[in-house]
């Protein structure tokens, strides 16, 4: 009986392996150390010689690397290779559509994705609120950094040395009484920003509008963009801030998320 035959005879059994090797993948990934063969097969319920087949296999496939010293075993280069593959394809834009929607929808206002161009905030993705008064913004328009939520959330996450070269000697437009103009006032903003994992523009660069703002980082934790909603004054209050704020700074976890960003995992002293 031919290969193909049999795989048709028997497709459970197929799928059973596909699943058992992805287990053992998703076991080997849980441990910074690796695992052994007697763990892995106790926690994927596999005798110890068909877990050490199927370790064989997915090593020689590069998936999965044996330490020689000792015998425990990690995720190999070819893992790796299709990760940063998967990664290099993805679409911030595409990606970022259905949690800037979910977003927009949790707190009843417009929800915007921008990235930093230039010194200049852009707006690349925009959901409108359905209230009657709601804050419409085009694709493609720009604002200023210092004084928008997503602006003062992209650059407060971002590397000291870019924070540091666009404060250094510089005075800042004021756009309404609110408007923070100088460097220091910024910079004591942003480590504010930074602090609570999110920003808040206080009607900083128009009268009678609020937003907030939370960063979005890609699969090398950098920060590429980030995410906000806007309204008027009279919905987004100051008592309402800590309930919306959390919902921003969700859709902004959820598209990092699936741009392969992990958060670095808190390991006990």
Sequence with gaps: ??????GRENPIY???????????????ASEDAGAGLPDIARDVRLHKSTAHRLLMALEHARFVERNADTGRYRLGSRVMELGLSAVSRL??????GPHLRWMAEQTGETGHLAVLR???????LNVESRQTVRTPSAV?????VHCTAHGKAALAFAPPEQVAAFLRNRSFKAYTAKTFTTSARLRAELKKVREQGYAVDNEEWETGLRCIGAPVRDSSSNVIAAVSISGPVFRIRPDRISGLAPLVTEAASRISHALGYRPPVSRPA
């Design 1 to 6: 009986m031919s290969t193909a035959t049999r």
């Design 14 to 28: 197929r799928i059973q392996v596909l699943d058992r090797v992805f287990q053992i993948l998703d076991r080997i």
């Design 91 to 96: 679409d911030v834009y595409q990606i970022a």
């Design 118 to 124: 230039d010194g200049e905030v852009v707006s690349v």
């Design 140 to 144: 493609g328009a720009r604002s200023p």
